[in-house]
C-alpha cells in the first residue's frame, strides 16, 4: 500500500490531519494564543517539509552491501 502513495497525496494527508487537530483545538474552545499558533504551524510545515526533501534520496547501504563490497576481490590486483 506504501509504494502505491505518492509524495504530494501523503503531504495531503498530514496537511487534512492537522487541519482536523486545528479544527478540534478551536471546537474545544482553547484559548489559541501566539504561541499556539507557532507550535500547530510548526507541528503542520516540518515533517512535510522532510517528507518533500527525503522521498527520492540515494537508498542507504545495507550492512549486506558493505560485507559483499569488503570481501570481492579486485579486478585490478592480480
Known amino acids: 500500500m506504501l509504494k502505491e502513495l505518492s509524495r504530494t497525496r501523503l503531504v495531503g494527508f498530514w496537511f487534512a490531519a492537522v487541519a ?3 479544527a478540534s483545538v ?3 474552545g482553547v484559548n489559541v494564543a501566539v504561541s499556539t499558533t507557532a507550535l500547530l504551524l510548526t507541528l503542520s510545515l516540518v515533517p512535510a517539509a522532510i517528507i518533500l526533501l527525503l522521498w527520492h534520496g540515494a537508498a542507504p547501504l545495507t550492512a549486506r ?3 559483499y563490497s569488503a570481501n570481492t576481490p579486485k ?3 592480480s
Request: aromatic share 0%; glycine share 0%.
Open 26 to 28: 478551536v471546537a474545544m
Open 65 to 67: 552491501d558493505i560485507m
Open 20 to 22: 482536523v487537530i486545528i
Open 75 to 77: 579486478k585490478d590486483r
